[in-house]
């Protein structure tokens, strides 16, 4: 049982903002790093080299990308006001940049990457100070077929892993160090004890290492022939400000892959958000826009270091999963780990060194765990046949592209291959779509006025106006009344510690005409408590004030079909379904609460 008394579906040990031991934490920050260093170590040297850059801007600029990746990984978890997520989410190169950082370094060089990186960074700081405007677009579906299609994009190449062995290696060396960590990974996550379970992970990999090493396929030169300590020397490019035809060109490729790697992030923020917590909690919205800003800022500064942006890894929610432990000081250990890799060549040699196998197996088992989240956050808002469409058409449309099944020979020399990524490809069409289901209904009718009890008649006006307009009758008029007034009124309730907030402030009252009812829209300035999760907790608090206080949200539970409500930082926002009364029902919006 949690402890506001809803389920523990998990088995979760420490939420996020809950400290573990320190040498779990510290153990659990050591797994994230093995599994993840390799990344922005790998991606920018494959760019540089394949791009033709300079032999000694190779080592630079895969110092720079991890040392960016340990910072933004620790601001995540840290949070400082709108920066950060509050959450364990591990930064990293992204591969999404591959193809059109190449083209750009080919065609001027690193300066034109820092500076085409510099503005599409400049674009996610952007989207995440005005999020709450994509709103209709970010949805459950497009987050969740996202999450689905991480795995589907990383699948080849953990399945190449599998074979990555020294060349003269017997047949059967490979699997049976794959097999070696799956067995004990899966094993003990299992049948293991809720402490054993814990170190599952890392026992899989230390497993697979050790039958690695006996079979001697472990490559210990590396590790002999690195130093102990050493930095790299300060290589960045600087910027080209001529503003030519190749940026120009090559711009919105850029800002495309920003905004897939903006989505990537939020949905890897809400998949955390699900597994941090025992019991279960609207999404915080705030949190994804920290989120957001830290990749913005992470990939300013690769930008004028002259590396390949970053992007957020979805690897900590399952791995949360699995262990039971989702607490935001992992986070911080894995970023301070990456900190230190990067000054101590000998130990990243350690980590680069553990075998293909054993990596590979360890990430098939995440993947599996990181597709069933993405499932789950595709259903957290129900399924119906246009969410099911959105969702299943985008899932095999990225599976297409990222195989090269539909239309290769097109989708190779558009924008430097950026649709030939199963993410962007999938994740746009999922976007596409959900806008043109937000954009083809009936034009909403709004009003705007203040956010106070007085503007209760004006309200109700408009209401009478919309249901006459749209021929409801007197019941379906009186429910949009009601639930309006509740609304407002839950809006403007005090906070748990008395306090109101003086500030005057602004509501934006939309109704939409939907399937069987309406949709009711009130933005405003940011309030503090979530409606959400107030009509969860219903009953589960005792104390007298704080109960009526929860007679407009008992009202509105009763009234409304289903409430959501986001918070950011700049807007709150409630989404109410009002659904039309069935003739002779017995419900009576009127006999809620005396109308003034």
Known sequence: ???????????????????????????????????????????????????????????WAAFAAVAISGAGTALQALRFGRIGAGQVLVMGSSGAFIGVSIVAIAESGPALLATLVVCSALFQLLVSARLALFRRLLTPAVSGTVIMLVPVTVVPIVFGMLEDVPDGSPVHTAPVIALATTIAMVGISLKGTPVLRLWSPIIGIVAGAAVAGF?????????????????????????????????????????????????????????????????????DFRSVQGSVTVDGIGNLLAGMAGTVPNTTYSLAAPLAEITGVASRTIGIATGAIFLALVCLPKA????????????????IVLMAMLFVIGMSVALQDGMNYRTGLIVGVSFWLGIGFQNDLIYPELVSDLAGGILSNGLTSGGLAAILMTWLVEGSGPR?????????????????????????????GEAMADRLDAVAEETLLTLLQPLDDGETDERPRRLRLTLSRGEGGATLEFVTALSGENIEERLSLLGDVNDQGRAERDVSIRLLRHLAASVRHQQYHDADIVTVQVEEPVAGSRQDPKRGRARD
């Open 1 to 59: 049982m949690s402890p506001k008394g809803g389920p523990n579906p998990a088995g979760l040990r420490y939420q996020a903002d809950e400290t573990p031991p320190l040498r779990l934490t510290i153990g659990l920050g050591l797994q994230l790093a093995v599994l993840t260093v390799a990344i922005p170590v790998l991606i920018p040297t494959a760019v540089m080299r394949i791009a033709g850059a300079p032999e000694e801007y190779l080592s």
């Open 215 to 283: 079979l001697g396929v472990y490559d210990v030169e590396r590790i002999a022939e690195a130093a102990w300590f050493g930095l790299t020397e300060w290589r960045a490019p600087g910027f080209d400000l001529a503003f030519g035809a190749p940026f120009w060109a090559l711009i919105p490729a850029f800002l495309l892959a920003s905004l897939i790697g903006s989505i990537r992030t939020m949905s890897s923020c809400t998949a955390m958000q699900r597994v941090s917590w025992r019991s279960r909690r609207p999404v």
């Open 348 to 363: 990243l040699a350690v980590v680069l060194a553990v075998p293909g196998p054993v990596v590979g197996a360890y990430l």
């Open 444 to 472: 909403p009718r709004r009003i705007e006025t203040v956010c106070a009890v007085s503007a209760l008649p004006q309200i109700r006006k408009f209401l009478r106006a919309a249901a006459a307009r749209y021929r409801w």
